[in-house]
């Protein structure tokens, strides 16, 4: 009897749906499972294709030149975010979404084929693109589809579909490496990718277009012409070429002069393809700083972490990617308690949680050392993953709740460039500062004859012969490099927790804005009849 009347009360408590209105969240719900689809397949190449790494170079040779394999893909991936997302505004978000679809899966395909590392490197410059406009237009579209009132908890999965490609990236490489040609860790995209485009096709978000003004294609080329040198220079400068070579003056030059260019061609432009009157709403400026001190703080430590947790702490794992999976499930912890709880809570709570959270796991993480229990690192990791989780999504939902729908796409991805050059700022600085503590450390640890004599100075290199235990080399030189090695991460660990922390200004000063109900969000740009029609979602169509 109880039973019986708690179901009454739960259905007269919940609204009854319309046949109208249950065909569109089954239209929403198809849409984004297309859209998670391809996040998963731009998210999931790099730690796929990361642990096929030695086979791919015995295979193909060319060593000198596997560190391209990465750049290649970021210098696309970074230079197309800001364009893709800027004519998804212009031209609709399905042929943006489906052209960049096609170049991942053909960049996939032709690499899988590869004979040589040169052509795989552009295999991976070809795929880059592909993922650069894949990423923004996902969470661009979440905001066609959604009111801000109902976009959080869609923001967090699609967060965690990247925490959770993350995950299963390593597992999946590994198995592909001790099973199968390393080709598939290629050719395993090609299913996947042929499903999403079968989904995507048959129905997307409808968006207004304005093809009455040209498209701003000076300012495209300006824009590539002043990140592709900027990433270089943070890629290569102390590493491959020293600070003040002629290489890297030289890309800084180019830079410094196409950014300036860039500036005054989107003065003048009459639709700039990154409209500068952006950065005069507050919080899209204070979330995209938020962004970029977030990454840079974090992705430069997560870089070390697998080195850090086998060499020092001495975790066991085939496979170094797996060590990453107890901070990607404080990620998901978080991303998808957020957004569930968004509504209620509001952005800004998160935003203030977000950055002592994670700035806490790091110092933890700086607190560790040879023979600290594993344990400990796995908490840590948990406690650093849920800071993140609980910012990187809200930022941008915060900006697209007071952005004007025609500026959602160049908006959204504007945000995603940032968060895309502070993790790469992130890992060459960190990198530069690790390499430089690791040498003073040596050079503390070990006596001047032992000192010159070790075969590298690199710091990955002299992990690996921590984890070898190479017999030619003395038992106390190994522990002086382990101390050194720990040392030098955990000083790094201790800055990126300073870094990240810094982010909570950024948090603090954006201001708490209520989110948009849907005839709130559509208002502007809808005439009554369209409102009444959206009432309870937006509305999808084809494109």
């Known amino acids: 009897m109880f039973g019986k009347k708690s179901k009454r009360r739960v259905s007269a408590e919940r609204p009854v749906l319309s046949e109208e209105e249950r065909r569109r969240n089954r239209t929403r719900s198809f849409i984004m499972l297309g859209l998670a689809l391809g ?4 998210s999931l190449d790099q730690t796929v294709v990361s642990t096929s790494l030695p086979k791919i170079v015995a295979d193909l040779g060319g060593m000198s030149l596997y560190s391209w394999l990465f750049t290649a893909y970021m210098l696309a991936q970074t230079v197309t975010i800001p364009i893709a997302g800027k004519l998804s505004d212009r031209l609709g978000r399905k042929p943006i979404f489906l052209t960049g679809m096609l170049l991942f899966l053909g960049g996939s395909l032709l690499a899988g084929m590869s004979t040589s590392m040169e052509f795989l490197i552009a295999c991976r410059f070809v795929q880059g693109l592909g993922g650069g406009a894949m990423m923004p237009i996902s969470m661009a579209v979440v905001a066609d589809l959604y009111a801000p009132t109902e976009r959080g908890k869609i923001q967090g999965m699609l967060g965690s579909v990247f925490a ?28 996947v990718g042929i499903l999403a485009i079968l989904v995507t096709s048959m129905k997307f978000p409808t968006v207004q277009r304005d093809r009455s003004k040209t498209i701003d294609y000076a300012g495209m080329v300006a824009l590539i012409a002043t990140l592709a040198p900027a990433l270089l220079v943070i890629t290569w400068g102390g590493s491959e070429y020293a600070w003040t070579s002629v290489e890297i003056i030289g890309l800084s030059a180019v830079s410094i002069i196409s950014v300036l260019a860039f500036i005054w061609q989107e003065r003048r432009a009459s639709d700039p393809i990154l409209p500068l009157r952006l950065f005069k709403e507050p919080i899209f400026t204070l979330g995209s700083a938020g962004l970029f001190i977030m990454s840079l703080g974090m992705f430069g430590v997560i ?3 697998p080195l850090f947790l086998q060499a020092v702490v001495g975790m066991s794992a085939s496979n170094s990617g797996e060590l990453i999976i107890p901070m990607m499930a404080g990620v998901m912890l978080t991303s998808l308690a957020s957004g569930f709880l968004l509504r209620r809570t509001g952005y800004k709570i998160w935003l203030l949680i977000g950055p002592p959270v994670s700035a806490l796991g790091l110092y933890l993480l700086s607190t560790q050392h040879a023979g600290s229990s594993p344990w400990d690192a796995i908490l840590f990791l948990v406690i650093t993953g849920a800071g993140l989780g609980a910012v990187m999504s809200n930022y941008i939902v915060a900006a697209q709740n007071v952005m004007p729908k025609k500026d959602m796409g160049v908006a959204t991805a504007s945000m995603s460039l940032f968060r895309s050059i502070g993790g790469t700022v992130g890992v060459a600085a960190l990198g530069g500062l690790i390499n430089g503590r690791m040498n003073e450390e040596l050079g ?34 190994l522990e002086a490099i382990r101390l050194s090695l720990s040392n030098s ?3 790094a660990f201790l800055v990126g927790s300073v870094i990240v922390l810094l982010s909570l200004i950024a948090s603090a000063l954006v201001r708490s ?11 502007e740009e809808c005439n ?16």
Do not use: C
């Open 444 to 477: 503390r640890n070990l006596s001047p004859q032992m000192y010159s004599v070790l075969p590298t100075m690199d710091v990955n290199s002299l992990g690996q012969l921590l984890l070898m235990t190479d017999p030619s080399i003395p038992g106390v030189v």
């Open 303 to 305: 870089s070390f972490l």
């Open 164 to 191: 959770l490609s993350t995950i299963i990236g390593p597992l999946m490489g590994g198995y592909i490496v001790d099973n199968m040609d390393w080709r598939w860790v290629f050719y395993v995209n090609l299913p």
């Open 489 to 491: 991460i955990t000083f």
């Open 39 to 42: 996040m998963l397949l731009a």
């Open 528 to 543: 009554p009849a369209q409102l009444e029609a959206m009432a309870g979602t937006a509305q999808p169509g084809k494109e």
């Open 513 to 523: 804005v209520p989110l948009k109900s849907v005839k709130e969000y559509h208002e």
